[in-house]
């Protein structure tokens, strides 16, 4: 158990609808970070937010937006989905926002767009 | 990420045998991370090296990373099917923006019994 929660684990849902993927960081942790795992683009990752505010920003979507709020718990919300955007996705923490941490990572959602 | 290759990207090892997974960075290294993940489940992390020349272990399986190459291995040695999983090495660049990992496409392992 990495001490990483993710809920919910399986998501189903329709095109064009919006879903909130939620993660409880790791006890102590201040960093929170999001990624996206799919057959063809393999594991990429999204955005970091470290103690509330953003971080590094990477592939993610325009229709994605995540936050992270006070009690360090953080949400990534997916609107208009589209078929594509079905994929496992993991939130991970680390204590600080330093090079050279270790992630833990959560068990990960798994988002199903029919 | 084409600036972290992985290889081979499947391999599958006779029970008892040694396999050795390769990552390859385009750019320089601040730290390589190993990790292991179960099919649909989440990432374990295995090791982080960080020092030209380092070498780590962990119940059988090494790795090392060669600095001036930008690239690091993974060695199992006699294999068991619980070492079965994809295998992804995570890299920590210089100068990147915010400590964030980029992972490679990861070594999808199959052990035979």
């Known amino acids: 158990d990495s001490g990483v929660t993710q809920t919910p684990k399986h998501l189903i849902t329709a095109t064009g609808q919006r879903v909130t993927l939620r993660c409880s960081p790791r006890?102590?942790?201040?960093?929170v970070y999001w990624y996206q795992q799919s057959l063809d683009q393999g594991l990429q990752f999204l955005i970091q937010y470290y103690n509330g505010e953003e971080r590094a920003k990477g592939n993610i979507l325009e229709r994605f937006s995540a936050q992270q709020f006070p009690d360090l718990h953080s949400e990534l919300n997916l609107s208009s989905l589209e078929l594509g955007d079905s994929a496992l996705y993991f939130c991970?923490?680390?204590?600080?926002?330093?090079?050279?941490?270790?992630?833990?990572f959560g068990s990960g959602t798994q988002l199903s767009v029919l | 990420s084409q600036e972290l290759e992985q290889s081979p990207q499947s391999l599958i090892v006779q029970e008892g045998k040694n396999l050795t997974i390769n990552c390859t960075s385009s750019?320089?290294?601040?730290?390589l991370y190993w990790y292991k993940q179960k099919y649909g489940e989440g990432l374990i992390f295995l090791m982080m090296?960080?020092?030209?020349?380092e070498e780590k272990s962990h119940e059988k399986i090494t790795a090392k990373l060669d600095e001036k190459k930008q690239q690091s291995s993974l060695h199992i040695t006699a294999s068991q099917p619980s070492h079965a999983g994809i295998y992804l090495c995570?890299?920590?660049?210089?100068?990147?923006?915010?400590?964030?990992?980029?992972f490679g496409g990861g070594t999808r392992v199959l052990v035979k019994p």
């Open positions: 995570g890299a920590d660049w210089v100068a990147a923006a915010g400590n964030k990992l980029t």
């Open positions: 090296l960080q020092k030209g020349g």
């Open positions: 991970a923490s680390s204590e600080g926002d330093r090079a050279g941490e270790k992630l833990f």
């Open positions: 006890s102590g942790d201040l960093s």
């Open positions: 750019k320089t290294l601040y730290g």
